[in-house]
């Protein structure tokens, strides 16, 4: 038997989207979730649970996460950077998602979208959320914000999907590569009569797109054959092949949520608006 998705979300963050003077407080939700089939490593032997070490490679010996810096190698030297040293940098200490700009939608290039959340309203009257959406939607375009997490600006574009207002962050714009193929400066001619014939082609394969058609094989297929071995009793017992941590296998692990944990890092502080916006 496979565990799925309840349709229940859990918040992951609280805070308010502000442009000019208006507050929207909001609840933030992730919008998508992995389907993949957990796997564990495994000793061929015997079935043993693979556990690995964080290992000094001065001294040999193996190391707490809470005795780990961070470093940055420059042209042959290491710079150490501890944990007070990057506590000293600048943050954003603020649970607003600010709006920097409304920009046309065509405008926002898809190869710079990252990952998507939900925005639900979090006060008594859902009134300026609404009036937000409709606006976007009137007047077709995307909200560009701006927000900190974990002491790194983000940039996201706020659209709507549905009656729902949708954050998803952005790549800077260092971050996405130039494509610059060669062959594609030649000069090639395409003649009327292959480009009709490309087009007619297209034209047979043409639909509305309905992604509940299409299945990730590959996992079911995977799901088919675990429950296979299940059934013809090709299995250990949780104990003898993970050990101490049985308990916490069965339940299927600790799992963390990223932003969860970035929560913890981003001081609490009260909604207001930016003195330049007052």
């Given at each position: 038997?496979?565990l799925?998705?309840?349709?229940?979300?859990r918040t992951?963050?609280?805070?308010?989207?502000?442009?000019?003077l208006?507050?929207?407080?909001?609840?933030?939700?992730?919008?998508?979730e992995d389907?993949?089939?957990?796997?564990?490593?495994?000793?061929?032997?015997?079935?043993?649970?693979?556990?690995?070490?964080?290992?000094?490679?001065?001294?040999g010996?193996?190391?707490?996460?809470?005795d780990?810096?961070?470093?940055?190698?420059?042209?042959?030297?290491?710079?150490?950077?501890?944990?007070?040293?990057?506590?000293?940098?600048p943050?954003e200490?603020?649970?607003e998602?600010?709006v920097v700009?409304?920009?046309?939608?065509d405008?926002?290039?898809?190869?710079?979208?990252?990952?998507?959340?939900?925005l639900?309203?979090d006060?008594?009257?859902?009134?300026a959320?609404?009036?937000?959406r409709?606006?976007l939607?009137?007047?077709?375009?995307?909200?560009?914000?701006?927000?900190?997490?974990?002491?790194?600006?983000?940039?996201?574009?706020?659209?709507v999907?549905?009656?729902?207002?949708?954050?998803?962050?952005?790549?800077?714009?260092?971050?996405?590569r130039?494509a610059?193929f060669?062959?594609?400066?030649e000069d090639?001619r395409?003649?009327?009569?292959?480009?009709?014939?490309s087009?007619?082609l297209?034209?047979?394969?043409?639909?509305?797109?309905?992604?509940e058609?299409?299945?990730?094989?590959?996992?079911?297929?995977?799901?088919?054959?675990i429950?296979?071995?299940i059934?013809?009793g090709?299995?250990?017992?949780?104990?003898?092949?993970?050990?101490?941590d049985?308990?916490?296998?069965?339940?299927g692990?600790?799992?963390?949520?990223?932003?969860e944990?970035?929560?913890?890092?981003?001081a609490?502080?009260?909604?207001?608006?930016s003195?330049n916006?007052?």
């Amino acid at each position: 038997m496979w565990l799925v998705s309840t349709g229940v979300m859990r918040t992951i963050w609280k805070g308010a989207l502000t442009f000019g003077l208006v507050n929207v407080p909001v609840k933030v939700y992730s919008a998508t979730e992995d389907h993949d089939v957990p796997l564990h490593q495994v000793h061929e032997k015997d079935g043993g649970r693979i556990r690995y070490q964080r290992t000094c490679e001065v001294c040999g010996e193996t190391v707490a996460y809470s005795d780990i810096d961070r470093a940055y190698v420059d042209d042959g030297q290491t710079v150490v950077l501890t944990k007070d040293d990057l506590a000293a940098l600048p943050a954003e200490k603020s649970r607003e998602i600010d709006v920097v700009e409304f920009v046309p939608s065509d405008q926002v290039d898809p190869l710079t979208l990252d990952k998507p959340y939900y925005l639900e309203p979090d006060s008594k009257s859902p009134k300026a959320y609404v009036l937000l959406r409709k606006t976007l939607e009137q007047t077709d375009r995307t909200a560009i914000v701006r927000f900190t997490l974990r002491q790194k600006t983000r940039l996201a574009a706020l659209r709507v999907r549905g009656k729902v207002l949708v954050l998803q962050t952005l790549l800077w714009s260092d971050e996405v590569r130039e494509a610059e193929f060669p062959s594609l400066d030649e000069d090639v001619r395409i003649s009327k009569k292959e480009l009709e014939l490309s087009s007619s082609l297209v034209d047979s394969y043409s639909a509305d797109f309905d992604p509940e058609e299409f299945v990730d094989e590959y996992q079911k297929e995977l799901r088919t054959l675990i429950d296979a071995k299940i059934e013809a009793g090709e299995t250990f017992d949780v104990a003898e092949t993970f050990g101490g941590d049985a308990e916490k296998a069965a339940d299927g692990g600790e799992v963390i949520d990223l932003m969860e944990a970035l929560r913890a890092s981003v001081a609490r502080s009260k909604e207001k608006r930016s003195k330049n916006a007052g």
